[in-house]
């Protein structure tokens, strides 16, 4: 993930509240180990009770991270940039499969920045925004796949800037996500639970940090590092088919899941 410049903008959005009451920022969970154990290998796949039409409805954005000149983490043959690009397109024809209508950021491999992105997912008005990413570290035995929501900074600029903001009801553009948090971190449960039956996953898959590409959407939102391209291991299985598959089966099963009830955030 990058953390580009900020911009102070204001996207008016057309939807909530000003000020939504925000949900008090969770503790940051401590940097813990991760699970050494089966990182280069699938674990068997639990059978998934997803009906063939239970998205139906729902609008799910997909964001393959990085692209054109931006290649991302490189290990080897392998690209960050071009496996985003093919798990998103395999992602999207197995969620066409259960109904959801996908839309991704880029389809091709061209450069995007952070708010590019945040504009094409709201304009999609989307029930769910994934953006997709491998990780790298300089700790080689880092490996296992996290789910990362949006905590916010700080709380204490959460005011708007000036009192026609409040007549306009514009909602300061890092601050878009914020109401989503609720519906965000039960998404990012159900990924770190159907991803875990399926692929390596962290020992604490899900994380919480301020994430400047995840502020602006205003969509439930996470983002997602699959594996670890600077593990050998993870890095063999990042390539493979069956990973790939197993990755966009796990977010059909936890999309799937997150859309029943229906998300109180639309
Ligand atoms: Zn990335």
């Known amino acids: 993930m990058h953390i580009t410049r900020p911009v102070l903008a204001l996207l008016l959005v057309t939807t909530g509240g000003l000020l939504a009451a925000q949900s008090p920022a969770p503790p940051q969970p401590a940097e813990t180990p991760s699970v050494p154990a089966s990182t280069s290998t699938l674990p068997p796949a639990a059978p998934a009770a997803v009906s063939a039409s239970g998205l139906a409805g729902w609008i799910v954005v997909l964001d393959p991270g990085h692209g054109g000149d931006d290649r991302g983490v490189q290990a080897g043959e392998l690209v960050e940039a071009q496996l985003t690009l093919d798990i998103a397109k395999r992602t999207a024809a197995a969620l066409s499969a259960h109904g959801a209508r996908v839309v991704l950021t880029r389809e091709s491999d061209i450069t995007m920045d952070a708010d590019a992105r945040a504009v094409r997912a709201n304009q999609t008005h989307g029930h769910a925004y994934l953006s997709l990413h491998f ?26 800037p000036d009192a026609q903001a409040r007549t306009l009801a514009l909602v300061r553009w890092d601050r878009v996500q914020d109401r989503h948090a609720p519906a965000a971190e039960h998404l990012a449960d159900l990924l770190a639970t159907a991803l875990g039956h399926r692929v390596p996953v962290s020992a604490t898959p899900h994380r919480r940090l301020p994430l400047r590409p995840l502020a602006g959407v205003d969509a439930p939102s996470v983002l997602l590092e699959l594996a670890y391209l600077s593990h050998p291991g993870q890095a063999a299985l990042a390539a493979t088919p069956e990973f790939q598959t197993a990755v966009s089966e796990a977010i059909v099963e936890a999309l799937s899941a997150a859309r029943r009830p229906p998300d109180a955030a639309r």
């Open 135 to 160: 990780n790298r570290s300089p700790r080689t035995a880092a490996t296992g796949a996290e789910i990362y929501t949006h905590q916010p900074a700080s709380m204490d600029d959460a005011e708007p």
